[in-house]
């Protein structure tokens, strides 16, 4: 199956910082979302973006399909944006997403 | 429904004993899907439905795991001779087709706790 990386498996933000969240990914897809996974264990969506640009507020995110990564960024960062934070694709052939380790991200005050 | 939701919550019940999670998708969403997380890892892929018809149930990680659909609405996924290893979140989405082509959808999930 596809396999999922993400980079850096932790970052520690002081709040109003940017960043730059990576995923690798081995296969090509039709689908690759973005989550954040709060304290309290839910799994928000952030974005569906198998390939192409879309911005939400604070965050963006890109997918460079046939490089195979995707990136998501987040600007000026606030406390409750700590959580671990996942890529998730699926490829041609798959119907599941596919889950890399997640980063885990704690913004500080 | 608004969104999926999922029940019970939180389980804690006794290794031996059989529990059943269940799931309600979003209204219209034909594809279901199951998935385990332990603490502090990510989501391991347990089994889709699209339908009522699970086509691979090869990530169910032993054959005390089940898991069925009444027709393209309630999933329940059955825990037989529960371990301790079974302890996890288990987690519920849906989309409105399989293979999705849009956004899957997550419950908040069922914490289950085997003492």
């Known amino acids: 199956g596809i396999q999922v990386e993400q980079s850096p498996p932790d970052l520690i933000l002081q709040e109003g910082a940017n960043s730059t969240l990576r995923c690798n990914f081995s296969?090509?897809?039709?689908?690759l979302q973005w989550f954040h996974q709060n304290p309290w264990g839910q799994l928000i969506n952030l974005f569906y973006i198998p390939s192409g640009t879309k911005q939400n507020g604070r965050l963006s995110a890109t997918t460079v399909a046939t490089e195979r990564y995707s990136l998501l960024y987040i600007s000026s960062s606030q406390t409750t944006d700590s959580g671990v934070y996942f890529c998730a694709p699926i490829e041609f052939s798959g119907y599941a997403l596919n889950f890399g380790k997640g980063t885990s991200l704690l913004v500080t005050p | 429904g608004a969104g999926v939701s999922q029940s019970p919550s939180n389980k804690v019940t006794e290794k031996g004993k059989d529990v059943e999670l269940r799931c309600d998708p979003i209204?219209?969403?034909?594809?279901l899907y199951w998935y385990r997380q332990r603490l502090g890892q990510g989501l391991e892929f347990l089994i889709y439905f699209q339908g009522n018809s699970a086509p691979d149930k090869s990530g169910l990680p032993s054959d005390r795991f089940s898991a069925e659909r009444t027709g393209e609405s309630v999933s329940t996924l059955t825990i037989q001779r529960t371990q301790q290893e079974d302890s996890a979140v288990y987690l519920c989405?849906?989309?409105?087709?399989?293979?999705?082509?849009?956004?899957?959808?997550f419950g908040e999930g069922s914490w289950l706790t085997v003492v």
């Open positions: 989405a849906s989309s409105l087709e399989a293979p999705p082509l849009n956004t899957i959808y």
């Open positions: 209204s219209g969403h034909t594809a």
């Open positions: 296969d090509s897809v039709n689908n």
